[in-house]
């Protein structure tokens, strides 16, 4: 069955509120919806829309650096728009186990109450003090780090944030000047080479006296 109406409902959403956006907006946008949808089938809807110019007929394309500028993505945007008022450049597609969903799935997937308390980050807040000096594993893929979105919360740094490196334990030089932010799922994705000079892409991250460390 064809995910088309439900990627079509989506884009006229992002479309009538003029929002800049890739393919990998929209797919993440489904799945919190409760619809598994891969993003090679929404970045294929999204180039036939174009090209038919119906749906998108007052939106242009450009082609923007993502992930830390290691691969390209074709950002939408309303004719006329600057593609630099789009920040959102280091998020990732959802697996199916972020977003809660199988790729079966049509309709969200009921999770318990504890599991919620456990895996939300709004929920975290009043559990920061139970983060300090608990470790987590992370892996380092593309040489970049994804930062656990209770690590984040526990040093006071919510979704939409502006990311505060003085929040980190930075050990290679001085303290980086980029513009990064914490993603939507409370998460933060950074380049390794900031925080650790380990050669594993296996890293253990964990909080202590109100910043983020690494072993």
Same mark, same amino acid.
Request: aromatic letters at 10%; a positive charge; charged letters at 20%.
């Given at each position: 069955m064809s995910n088309d109406p439900v990627?079509?409902?989506?884009?006229?959403?992002?479309?009538?509120?003029?929002?800049?956006?890739?393919?990998?907006?929209?797919?993440?946008?489904?799945?919190?919806? @409760?619809?598994? /949808? =891969?993003?090679?089938?929404?970045a294929s809807f999204l180039k036939k829309e174009m090209k038919t110019n119906s749906l998108m007929s007052n939106y242009q394309t450009e082609t923007i650096r993502v992930m830390n500028d290691t691969r390209k993505a074709t950002?939408?945007?309303?004719?006329?728009?600057?593609?630099?008022d789009y920040l959102d450049r280091d998020q990732s597609a959802l697996?199916?186990?972020e977003a809660g969903l199988t790729p079966s799935s049509t309709s969200p997937t009921v999770t318990p109450s504890s599991q919620i308390q456990t895996n939300s980050p709004a929920s975290s807040i @009043?559990?920061? /003090? =139970?983060m300090i000096g608990k470790k987590?594993?992370?892996?380092?893929?593309?040489?970049?780090?994804?930062?656990?979105?209770?690590?984040?919360?526990?040093v006071g740094m919510l979704p939409g944030d502006e990311v505060d490196y003085l929040k980190f334990c930075i050990i290679n030089g001085p303290v980086p000047?980029?513009?990064?932010?914490?993603?939507?799922?409370?998460?933060?994705?950074?380049?390794?080479?900031y925080v650790s000079n380990s050669n594993s892409d296996v890293i253990e991250v964990y909080v202590d006296q109100d910043q983020i460390r690494f072993a």
């Open positions: 990627i079509q409902a989506k884009v006229e959403e992002f479309v009538n509120t003029m929002k800049l956006f890739t393919s990998v907006d929209i797919s993440n946008a489904i799945k919190k919806d @409760g619809t598994w /949808v =891969s993003n090679h089938e929404v950002l939408y945007l309303p004719t006329g728009s600057d593609q630099f697996t199916p186990l @009043g559990q920061s /003090v =139970s987590y594993v992370i892996t380092a893929k593309h040489r970049r780090l994804r930062i656990p979105a209770r690590c984040v919360v526990a000047t980029k513009k990064i932010f914490v993603h939507a799922d409370g998460r933060i994705f950074m380049p390794k080479f």
